[in-house]
């Protein structure tokens, strides 16, 4: 009957309130404006057409766009550091729309875009401008902690604790065990090294003894604009966030150890938990983007959404395809960029007819997370798939049922249970910062495959369980051959010498080298060693590889047993740089016509100029006249215009000159 009503509302709002022709609006934007009235304001994103002119300073500085820790994690998967995603909106267009009376709320430079408030009669003025592209509706989510604390707990039965265990978990133990953590903490690895945004509604308890040892390096709240992320005067409180950040990475030996207690943490606050009002996805957006110029690993998020009746806009279960949520697609984007994205699922239980998941859940490179119980079943209120376009979601299964958290309310120093994927997702979200301390070269899709092939259902993911619980010890056997004690590499001398070495040498019948180049996911082999047989003392091997061009590398190394099964050793990077001098060769053909080749190198970059002259050293034109990077370059010449005879071609640079004599045959 609501939903009548509120039909029979818009009805007459629609012929009250005449929509202007706004070109440059999206269907839903004018359909929300069909219902406010010229004075009312609107939360909406505005696309910039470009981002002005002088662009070339920040490709030159590319730390002036983001951190050499942003930079490092994006050569695993990129070639050039920064692309034009990277570089700020254009702040003299931000300035006219303000004197428009925009509002700003957000900057988005993924999207080229600004988010902020304003009237529908200034909106229509917004779009006139030259430099605005487009504007469209932010788009609502809504996290319902009611309904949240409301789901269903299970009375844990007690699991058998190991007999090595190197830490206490006290009743945590549980939901570290079902993904094999503690067998990687007795192994050394607690996260160190990885750096983890947490995105949630805040945190309220962080003097709380679990967090005591926590490296926490940036804080904000993006809802209110300030580096309070605890409860204050201002709006939203964080006992969510309190809880999540807890069972990832807290540490209080005895109650409750996370996966990632060694990790260092970034922490954003981007949910406004205050009534019934939904949380925009433009503070996710910006903080995803905030956590990556600092430089970040991963991400988790215990994000949902709950449709709303209009004026409120939503997503829905058709929106799900990977492609159309903004936020979703600013997900995959930061995974193209080298983040790994970790996001709950949802709490939205099973539906025969359609996915019940939540954006950015249904992203094609985000790894989403159901909830299970202690046992391995499914929980009823876990999310499921498929997407819209087919795709199995979720991706894996985490403990989400009675998950001991810390207590969130300020002054508490207790312990408690919640049930939700909220906390189905820290816990996986941990247990892959341990697998990137032991690689940290993984790529985020190298990260997600790893766990999902080694996963309990991973021959036969559905859209309940996906691939299954996580087995963070297969995983961890997967990316890093047990028998392979050390793996390095180094360039030098026209050459790359890799060397390694094995604890055993059982089964061992030798490795193949592997290689790729950043920025590509395809190997080549560069070579074979062979090994050394089937005794039981360690063993020492080297190889050398030539360098055939400059770049950044990725060796691994594929090793194989006389069984015929393999494995592949973590990737080591190696920066290869050939020792460039000053260099004229004799051009090529020669005799030529009408066109040659002259091929020269430089040692660093410089100023070239290139001159052609006659046999009597008259010089008939310049033929380059510009600063050159250092390296290999071809230079083709056409003398079309020029009669048969001997020529001379003269390169100078710093200090250096040359000159080659060629001969023009017609």
């Keep these: 009957m609501k939903k009548l009503v509120l039909s029979c509302i818009l009805f007459i709002s629609v012929l009250v309130f005449p929509q202007s022709p706004l070109s440059k609006t999206t269907d839903e934007l004018n359909y929300v404006l069909g219902i406010k009235s010229s004075n009312d304001m609107v939360l909406v994103w ?65 999207f ?36 949240e604390a409301s789901l269903p707990k299970e009375d844990i039965k007690p699991v058998e604790l190991s007999k090595n265990l190197s830490l206490d978990y006290g009743t945590s133990y549980t939901q570290n065990f079902q993904m094999n953590v503690p067998a990687l903490h007795n192994a050394g690895l607690n996260g160190t090294g ?10 309220s308890n962080l003097p709380h003894p679990v967090f005591s040892q926590m490296n926490i390096i940036a804080k904000w709240d993006f809802v209110n604009n300030d580096p309070n992320v605890g409860d204050g005067t201002d709006m939203g409180e964080g006992s969510h966030g309190t809880e999540t950040l807890s069972c990832l990475g807290g540490y209080k030996p005895g109650s409750l150890i996370g996966p990632a207690y060694g990790a260092t943490f970034i922490l954003a606050k981007t949910e406004n938990t205050d009534s019934e009002t939904p949380i925009e996805e433009d503070n996710w957006i910006a903080a995803l983007e905030w956590a990556d110029s600092i430089g970040v690993d991963l991400t988790s998020t215990s994000l949902g959404y709950i449709d709303f009746d209009p004026p409120f806009t939503s997503y829905t279960w058709q929106s799900m395809n990977g492609n159309t949520c903004r936020i979703t697609i600013a997900a995959d984007l930061a995974v193209k960029k080298g983040i790994a994205v970790f996001n709950s699922a949802g709490n939205e239980y099973d539906n025969t007819t359609h996915n019940t998941l939540g954006a950015p859940a249904d992203g094609d490179s985000v790894i989403s997370i159901g909830a299970v119980t202690s046992t391995g079943t499914r929980v009823s209120f876990s999310s499921v798939g498929p997407t819209v376009d087919g795709r199995i979601k979720p991706d894996l299964m985490a403990m989400g049922s009675s998950v001991v958290v810390a207590n969130p309310y300020l002054g508490s120093t207790t312990f408690t249970t919640s049930s939700g994927t909220s906390f189905s997702c820290p816990l996986a979200a941990g247990a892959a910062a341990l697998l ?118 990725y060796y691994r190394l594929k090793q194989l047993d006389f069984s015929g099964e393999y494995e592949y050793s973590q990737e080591v990077m ?46 008939i034109k310049t033929l380059v006249d510009d600063n050159m990077e250092r390296g290999a370059h071809t230079y083709t010449l056409n003398a079309g215009d020029l009669s048969t005879g001997v020529y001379f071609v003269k390169i100078s640079g710093g200090s250096f000159t040359k000159t080659i004599k060629i001969n023009l045959i017609k």
Aim: charged residues 25%; aromatic residues 12%; hydrophobic residues 35%.
């Design 46 to 110: 505005i696309q910039f057409t470009d981002k002005g002119d002088n662009l070339e300073k920040f490709y030159a500085n590319p730390k002036s766009v983001v951190s050499d820790y942003s930079i490092k994690r994006r050569l695993k998967v990129l070639d050039k550091p920064i692309d034009f995603d990277d570089l700020p909106v254009n702040m003299e267009y931000v300035k006219q729309l303000e004197e428009v009376g925009f509002q700003v709320k957000q900057k988005s430079k993924w």
């Design 112 to 147: 080229n875009s600004i988010s902020g408030y304003i009237t529908k009669e200034n909106l229509q003025r917004a779009l006139e401008l030259g430099f605005v592209a487009k504007s469209d509706i932010v788009y609502t989510l809504k996290k319902d902690y009611k309904r």
């Design 194 to 203: 990885v750096r983890i945004c947490v995105m949630d509604a805040g945190f």
């Design 436 to 553: 990137l301390q032991a690689n940290p070269n993984l790529t985020p899709i190298q990260l997600r495959d790893a766990m999902r092939n080694t996963a309990s259902r991973h021959n036969t993911p559905d859209k309940y369980y996906g691939w299954g619980i996580i087995n963070v010890l297969d995983a961890y056997t997967l990316i890093v051959p047990v028998e392979l004690t050390s793996f390095t590499a180094s360039a030098s001398d026209e050459k790359v010498v890799l060397n390694w070495s094995t604890a055993t040498e059982n089964n061992n019948n030798g490795f193949e080298i592997q290689r790729r180049k950043a920025g590509s996911t395809s190997y080549e082999t560069r070579g074979f060693v062979k090994g050394n047989g089937t005794t039981s003392e360690k063993s020492n091997y080297s190889f050398q590889d030539k360098i055939e061009q400059e770049g950044k590398f």
């Design 574 to 619: 190696v920066d290869l740089k050939k020792n460039y001098s000053f260099e004229v060769f004799q051009n090529y053909p020669n005799p030529f016509n009408p066109s040659t080749n002259i091929k020269f190198t430089l040692p660093e970059q410089m100023h070239i100029k290139m001159s052609l002259f006659n046999i009597i050293g008259k010089e």
